[in-house]
């Protein structure tokens, strides 16, 4: 599969840059994404907030804090309001493309192609990788850890890639994205 990438800003702001956005075309696009990544997103959400209830702790993650929200309101178990959350928003996408392309950010934000959309690149791209125009480097590794927690949660570029059970093995992950991003 092609993957598309396309680089916008807002039409009439010129200034609010978007960045790199992942386009949607098609059923089988949208799909694709949910596989590869609103479900992962979601499932790591879900292991983050079943871990804090485990311990007694709350989680910072956003669609966790979504989720349990929900839960708590409808009495309605976590995992099946996970379920209707995703439900739900492929239900408002696949309307906006019935009207053209969907536009989805890094963070997983969405928004209808049109007029208010001014792209100014496209990128194809064979693995689900999103462009950034610089190298990486061991430097762009972000690690965390929550208070009392044991592992090391990695990010490079704002991607979430996982976490390492030791600071060592957390940068091994890290440094392996690295090499594949800046092979390609």
């Not at 993957?3 to 386009?23: N, Q, R, S």
């Not at 049109?114 to 194809?124: A, L, N, P, Q």
């Amino acid at each position: 599969m092609v993957y598309k990438f396309v680089k916008a800003c807002h039409a009439d702001f010129p200034k609010l840059d978007y960045g790199y956005l992942f386009e949607v075309s098609s059923f089988e696009e949208l799909l694709d994404y949910y596989i590869i990544k609103a479900m992962p997103d979601m499932q790591r959400s879900m292991y983050g907030l079943s871990k804090a209830w485990e311990t007694n702790r709350h989680t910072a993650d956003a669609i966790a804090q979504l989720v349990e929200r929900m839960a708590k309101n409808s009495g309605i178990a976590p995992v099946d309001c996970a379920a209707d959350l995703l439900d739900d928003m492929m239900k408002g996408q696949l309307e906006m493309l019935s009207n053209g392309p969907v536009y989805f950010q890094k963070n997983g934000s969405y928004m209808p192609g049109g007029k208010g959309i001014k792209i100014s690149d496209r990128i194809e791209k064979d693995s689900f990788v999103w462009p950034t125009k610089k190298l990486l480097t061991e430097s762009d590794i972000k690690l965390t850890k929550w208070f009392g927690g044991v592992h090391h949660y990695v990010t490079v570029d704002g991607i979430q890639l996982g976490k390492g059970n030791t600071v060592e093995h957390a940068k091994e992950i890290g440094m392996e994205y690295i090499k594949k991003h800046n092979e390609k």
